[in-house]
């Protein structure tokens, strides 16, 4: 049964098309199960919408949960629409965005570090006259927001954990296998899954996210996973979902996941 948990629209400022447009998509490309999960507001700001190129305003959540729940309705019959949310995880506003989120019926939330040092994790730049030492340093402290994201209980999936290669792919060769290891299994003990998410494709680092040695290791801990095209254009809804399935099997895994009301359905490889 094919299913995409990961896909935007244009209300975060930087996604083409509409809900419905990504909805078509999932139905042609053969989809059981497709959800909804554009980018949450800023809630600490004071601004309602401080980064329009990156996240819906404040007073749009209400309208994108309407939408989402209505559209639900209409497909019923056709596809299952399931409202999802990607949160990003400040820990210092963890409690605002839970208790924000709380308001509203999500399937599932996925938690997303897009910014680790107070730096987004794609800027290339950050990576500029660091050592081999202070790099090192770098990737433990994303990992350890990854860490701190699966034990807060706010997330259902965390999404992309090793995104941080996508524009600086000698991130995966900066030396931080403890790291990884303490993450995984964090998330492991957590229930948490984590998203094969296709759309490292879009980026410099080409391929998925997570790595293949990611993803052995996260089976050896016995960490579930999902799948996410992170579509931001209807054109890349279930992108690679058989190569990605093939590969799991491949690597050993036998189910994945996904979650309706919160709650895990497991689906066979």
């Known amino acids: 049964m094919k299913f995409d948990l990961h896909t935007h629209h244009y209300r975060c400022g930087h996604a083409d098309g509409n809900i419905r447009d990504y909805i078509e998509a999932g139905i042609a490309a053969g989809l059981k199960v497709i959800g909804i999960s554009d980018h949450t507001p800023y809630f600490a700001s004071a601004e309602e919408q401080p980064f329009p190129r990156i996240a819906m305003g404040k007073q749009e959540l209400k309208s994108y949960v309407d939408e989402v729940l209505k559209l639900q309705k209409e497909y019923e019959d056709r596809i299952d629409v399931l409202l999802g949310i990607e949160s990003d995880f400040f820990p210092e506003h963890a409690s605002l965005y839970q208790s924000t989120l709380a308001a509203y019926p999500f399937d599932y939330i996925i938690g997303s570090v897009h910014s680790s040092d107070n730096t987004s994790i794609f800027n290339k730049s950050r990576w500029k006259n660091l050592s081999p030492a202070q790099q090192i340093v770098h990737k433990e402290n994303y990992y350890n927001l990854i860490r701190q994201s699966a034990r807060s209980g706010m997330f259902q999936i965390l999404g992309h954990i090793d995104a941080m290669k996508g524009n600086y792919p000698a991130f995966s060769d900066i030396p931080a296998e403890q790291a990884i290891e303490d993450t995984l299994r964090t998330i492991a003990e957590c229930g948490v899954a984590i998203e094969i998410n296709t759309s490292g494709k879009t980026k410099l680092s080409g391929g998925w996210y997570p790595s293949d ?57």
């Open 213 to 269: 040695a990611i993803l052995e290791r996260a089976l050896y801990y016995g960490v579930e996973v999902t799948f996410g095209s992170d579509a931001h254009v209807p054109s890349r809804v279930a992108d690679e979902w058989d190569q990605v399935a093939a590969r799991l099997k491949e690597i050993g895994f036998t189910s994945w996941v996904y979650y309706k009301q919160k709650q895990k359905q497991t689906v066979a490889l």
